[in-house]
């Protein structure tokens, strides 16, 4: 058989295939974002300030978008279905591993392994309000052991109805592009995120940015030699493309400062329970699952770029909204900023996506909704890094010292460090408004309304 399309036992088992391969989606993607409604609880647990707990979030990102270009080459010369199960296994190891409570350093390599076996989107933003349910009637470490169960039934299922496969390229990997590209990547952020706790000018946080820029640096140089380079950068010369997946980038970064904070705001600042807080947080899913389909109906019929536009526009007032919230707030408020920011990402995200592919020839569209996948990610763990320096600068300067913790009985230090926070997040939202009016502009207007 040369397609699965003309083998009649995989056509038989199309909706079997589809659900495990599902299952491991959704888990994979909702580990990026489950973890955040239990930084408080997790930061308290284990003794450790705010900024050392979001590392447990921000080290699953950074190994994903360090291995995720990576593993789309893995797969096309493999089989995807032989990388896709040692992925499963992997990932349910790390799950198991995640929830033994030993300490902050074992929490972290138990989340490399995980994000090694995650290929990463609906469990990405389902996950704080998940994660509320299991908090309210279980520690913790159940986050990350409820994927052992289900990996273990998706196992068995994949192995019951995933067919073999049957195109592989057995092309030769860049091993030398993946390495530099992954030392640029990890170093970058890590620098980051220590240049937080010890200040951005001391050695460390300096010396890692210096070798994520060399690693960088070289990379596009090997990259240009390769014949079968990890990111073929030819296609950014597209500029439409190109600016719609800065466009992406900004808004998933935008999405990220959300996560970051508001679940400190509402268990911290407000002193709700992480079940209450993960319920109210549960209001941007919700939202995603009703205009999803609106947005995919209305596509064809007010075109991509309405939707994209009025989107953004939502999610630019959303981020104005969340400036305004302190301690005092009615939760009434913050459900109705949360509901608007939900339906802007519903009518931006599948919109985008289809501006995105459309942009470039058939030729390229695997290593477009590559690099649309990675964009997503890096966007993640990108606005986790920005949003926790931005807060952590804040408090200080309001506090009057170095801050990096939720300052117990200072709630005001925290509405100070949001506000300016969230108008960083506006900022992100403004501008990729700006790239989309630029961007229909450059296409030759928005297209007409059927």
Same mark, same amino acid.
């Given at each position: 058989m040369?397609?699965y399309?003309e083998?009649?036992?995989?056509?038989?088992?199309?909706w079997?295939?589809?659900?495990?391969?599902? $299952?491991?989606?959704?888990?994979?993607?909702? /580990?990026?974002?489950?973890?955040?409604?239990?930084?408080?609880?997790?930061?308290?647990?284990? *003794?450790v300030?705010?900024?050392?707990?979001?590392?447990?979030?921000?080290?699953?990102?950074?190994i994903?978008?360090?291995?995720?270009?990576?593993? *789309?080459?893995?797969g /096309?010369?493999?089989? #995807?279905?032989?990388?896709?199960?040692?992925?499963?296994?992997?990932f !349910?190891?790390?799950?198991?591993?995640?929830g033994?409570?030993?300490?902050?350093?074992?929490? @972290?390599?138990?989340?490399v392994?995980?994000?090694?076996?995650?290929?990463?989107?609906?469990?990405?933003?389902?996950?704080?309000?998940?994660?509320?349910?299991? @908090?309210?009637?279980?520690?913790?470490?159940?986050?990350?052991?409820?994927n052992?169960?289900?990996?273990?039934?998706?196992?068995?299922?994949?192995?019951?109805?995933?067919?073999?496969?049957?195109t592989?390229?057995? /092309?030769?990997? /860049?091993? %030398?592009?993946?390495?530099?590209?992954s030392?640029?990547?990890?170093s970058?952020?890590?620098? !980051?995120?220590?240049?937080?706790?010890?200040?951005?000018? =001391?050695?460390?946080?300096?010396?890692?940015?210096?070798?994520?820029l060399?690693?960088?640096?070289?990379?596009?140089?090997?990259?240009?030699?390769?014949? #079968?380079p990890?990111?073929?950068? +030819?296609?950014?010369?597209?500029k439409?493309?190109?600016?719609?997946?800065i466009?992406?980038?900004?808004?998933?970064?935008?999405?990220?400062?959300?996560?970051?904070?508001?679940?400190?705001?509402?268990?911290?600042a407000?002193?709700?329970?992480?079940s209450?807080?993960?319920?109210?947080? $549960?209001?941007f899913?919700?939202m $995603?699952?009703?205009?999803?389909?609106l947005? +995919?109906?209305?596509?064809?019929?007010?075109?991509?770029?309405?939707?994209? @536009?009025?989107?953004?526009?939502?999610l630019?007032?959303?981020?104005?909204?969340?400036?305004?919230?302190?301690?005092? =707030?009615?939760?009434?408020?913050?459900v109705?900023?949360?509901a608007i920011m939900?339906? *802007?990402?519903? @009518?931006?995200?599948?919109?985008?996506? =289809?501006?995105?592919?459309?942009s470039?020839t058939?030729?390229?569209?695997?290593?477009?909704g590559?690099? %649309?996948?990675?964009?997503? %990610?890096?966007g993640?763990?990108?606005?986790i890094?920005?949003?926790?320096?931005?807060?952590?600068?804040?408090?200080?300067?309001?506090?009057?010292?170095?801050?990096t913790t939720?300052?117990?009985?200072?709630?005001?230090?925290?509405?100070?460090?949001? #506000?300016?926070t969230?108008? +960083?997040?506006?900022?992100?939202?403004?501008?990729?408004?700006?790239?989309?009016?630029?961007?229909?502009?450059?296409?030759?207007?928005?297209?007409?309304t059927?």
């Amino acid at each position: 058989m040369n397609s699965y399309q003309e083998n009649p036992v995989v056509q038989q088992r199309k909706w079997w295939i589809l659900i495990a391969v599902s $299952m491991f989606t959704f888990m994979s993607t909702l /580990d990026g974002s489950i973890v955040n409604i239990a930084l408080p609880t997790i930061s308290s647990d284990m *003794g450790v300030p705010m900024n050392q707990a979001e590392w447990v979030v921000s080290v699953y990102l950074m190994i994903v978008c360090a291995c995720l270009l990576l593993f *789309g080459k893995v797969g /096309d010369s493999w089989g #995807k279905i032989k990388v896709f199960r040692l992925g499963m296994l992997i990932f !349910i190891i790390g799950s198991l591993l995640c929830g033994f409570n030993h300490s902050l350093a074992f929490l @972290l390599f138990a989340r490399v392994v995980q994000a090694i076996g995650a290929f990463v989107s609906l469990g990405s933003i389902a996950g704080p309000g998940l994660g509320g349910v299991i @908090l309210a009637h279980f520690s913790w470490p159940f986050i990350f052991w409820i994927n052992v169960p289900v990996g273990i039934l998706t196992m068995i299922a994949g192995e019951k109805v995933l067919p073999k496969d049957i195109t592989m390229s057995h /092309d030769s990997i /860049d091993k %030398n592009g993946f390495v530099l590209f992954s030392i640029a990547i990890i170093s970058f952020f890590g620098g !980051i995120f220590l240049g937080q706790e010890r200040g951005f000018l =001391t050695w460390l946080p300096l010396l890692l940015v210096g070798i994520a820029l060399v690693a960088f640096i070289v990379f596009l140089r090997v990259e240009a030699r390769v014949s #079968k380079p990890l990111i073929t950068f +030819g296609i950014f010369r597209n500029k439409i493309f190109t600016m719609s997946l800065i466009t992406a980038l900004l808004i998933f970064s935008a999405n990220f400062f959300v996560n970051v904070v508001i679940p400190f705001y509402l268990q911290s600042a407000r002193g709700l329970t992480p079940s209450v807080a993960g319920m109210l947080m $549960m209001v941007f899913p919700l939202m $995603m699952v009703i205009g999803s389909p609106l947005s +995919g109906y209305l596509t064809d019929r007010v075109g991509p770029e309405n939707l994209v @536009l009025a989107g953004l526009a939502l999610l630019s007032i959303t981020q104005l909204m969340y400036m305004f919230m302190n301690q005092h =707030t009615p939760i009434w408020y913050y459900v109705i900023a949360t509901a608007i920011m939900g339906l *802007g990402n519903s @009518l931006f995200q599948s919109p985008n996506n =289809t501006m995105v592919m459309s942009s470039v020839t058939k030729e390229n569209l695997g290593v477009a909704g590559s690099l %649309n996948s990675f964009a997503r %990610n890096l966007g993640m763990v990108l606005g986790i890094s920005l949003a926790t320096t931005i807060l952590y600068a804040a408090m200080s300067q309001a506090y009057g010292k170095h801050v990096t913790t939720y300052i117990a009985g200072r709630a005001d230090i925290f509405a100070y460090g949001m #506000k300016i926070t969230f108008f +960083g997040a506006f900022l992100l939202c403004i501008t990729a408004l700006f790239l989309t009016v630029w961007r229909i502009y450059k296409q030759g207007g928005r297209k007409k309304t059927l």
